[in-house]
């Protein structure tokens, strides 16, 4: 008499959107034998982290949850509010903080990333934020209220940090009744999507909305009042300003230190190493999401965190689906402008061709990043109206029928 094998024990560490879209994939095998253990340090399940925004308009948290029915399956068990504090390759085990031990054959980790404040002296006090989950959002809201209600007055807020993330928490801000100021290192706003001409047009936008903008500027020093809370912020041109709140955006810190503190291999820029199957240098370990790290490239859209994910179910249900690589398109509404860029947008390849239209005073921006053959579409920039985005993107590497300046030029009507 023959037994049934027994399934496959599967620990998901991290129960964020990358988890959620592998939990998915895998049970979406009704025959699957397998029983996954998802492990979560947050106290509510995944949710759209892309979102967070929503919450300053009204929304609930409870709203930005993502729909998991895989989570409810008989062979899945969901662990919140608990955090993996050690991996045990040889015992083939993890250990939490609640103490508990849970043993795997194949260990996922889907940790994520966290969001990285600058290196300086009062970076940590009261009034300083992240901008990462609900759990900051209503750390920033709850200080506000506080605050406002204390000084009895309207606060003053700057955003540390220029990217898209930045431009969302300083719209987050004014919403909030708060005068906001964006700080950006570099030379222009959204320097890794944006070219000069694009990024000057972002700024006239939030200027004109009432945001003010500090480029090539670094902080130096964030100062506490009497109370220990921020009120000032000091600039490497010997500057400052007077704040009360401080919010973070200067790039994401991959949570890797599970896979380092047991000689899993970590890019030195941070992250764990992944082949195209999504496998660490343990092949029983496997990564996904902001946690890993590909050909020296980190996941920095959602839509990689999601090819990951898939990848790696794919690949224990016995498929060879591989991982490419990160497509670093989006396209956004941040601070209440359109913006998008796509492909080659910063013009990198080799006699490539720019065909651009700029009307800064209607705020519009649109460029096309053409091969030397100057109809080939290798990428593009659009500001102000990012209609075409969808069908744009899907021409990347196709040579255009039309005149390319059809395509960014006006339509006259």
Same mark, same amino acid.
């Given at each position: ?22 939990? @998915? ?24 982290? @892309?979102?967070?925004r929503e919450l300053f ?6 709203? &930005? ?113 708060i005068a906001a100021t ?77 896979a380092r503190n047991a ?52 690949? &224990?249900?016995?498929? @060879? ?93």
């Open positions: 008499m023959s037994t049934r094998p027994s399934p496959i024990e599967i620990v998901v560490v991290g129960a964020g959107m990358a988890a959620q879209r592998f939990v @998915t994939r895998l049970l979406a095998s009704a025959s699957a034998r397998v029983r996954v253990t998802v492990i979560g340090d947050e106290n509510r399940p995944p949710y759209d982290r @892309t979102r967070l308009l009204g929304a609930a948290a409870g709203d &930005l949850q993502l729909p998991c029915p895989a989570f409810e399956d008989d062979r899945v068990t969901v662990i919140l509010d608990d955090r993996v504090l050690r991996i045990d390759r040889r015992a083939r085990s993890v250990r939490t903080r609640s103490r508990r031990v849970y043993s795997y054959d194949v260990l996922v980790l889907a940790t994520g990333a966290y969001s990285a404040r600058v290196a300086v002296e009062g970076a940590a006090l009261p009034g300083c934020f992240s901008y990462r989950t609900i759990a900051d959002v209503k750390d920033l809201r709850r200080f506000v209220r506080a605050r406002s209600d204390g000084l009895g007055r309207s606060l003053r807020g700057v955003v540390v940090g220029g990217g898209p993330l930045g431009l969302e928490a300083a719209g987050a801000l004014q919403t909030m009744g964006v700080v950006q290192y570099a030379e222009r706003l959204m320097d890794a999507q944006l070219d000069v001409t694009a990024g000057s047009i972002v700024k006239r936008h939030l200027q004109a909305r009432g945001i003010a903008v500090r480029t090539a500027t670094r902080v130096t020093r964030i100062d506490p009042d009497e109370s220990g809370a921020v009120t000032a912020i000091e600039f490497q041109d010997g500057s400052f300003q007077r704040v009360d709140v401080v919010v973070f955006t200067v790039g994401m810190r991959a949570r890797d230190e599970l000689d899993i291999e970590v890019d030195p820029r941070g992250g764990v190493v992944i082949d195209e199957g999504c496998r660490t240098s343990d092949a029983a370990v496997l990564a996904i999401g902001d946690v890993a790290c590909f050909e020296g490239r980190r996941a920095g859209r959602t839509g990689a965190a999601y090819d990951m994910a898939e990848v790696a179910a794919e690949r &224990l249900l016995g498929g @060879t689906r591989s991982f490419t690589g990160s497509d670093e398109s989006a396209a956004a509404t941040v601070a209440g402008v359109e913006v998008a860029s796509f492909g080659d947008a910063l013009t990198r390849t080799p006699d490539a061709v720019d065909v651009l239209y700029a009307d800064p005073v209607a705020g519009v921006y649109r460029k096309l990043v053409l091969a030397e053959d100057a109809h080939t579409l290798l990428g593009g920039i659009l500001v102000g109206d990012a209609s075409a985005y969808g069908a744009l993107r899907t021409l990347v590497g196709a040579r255009l029928e039309d005149d390319p300046a059809s395509y960014v030029l006006p339509v006259r009507g």
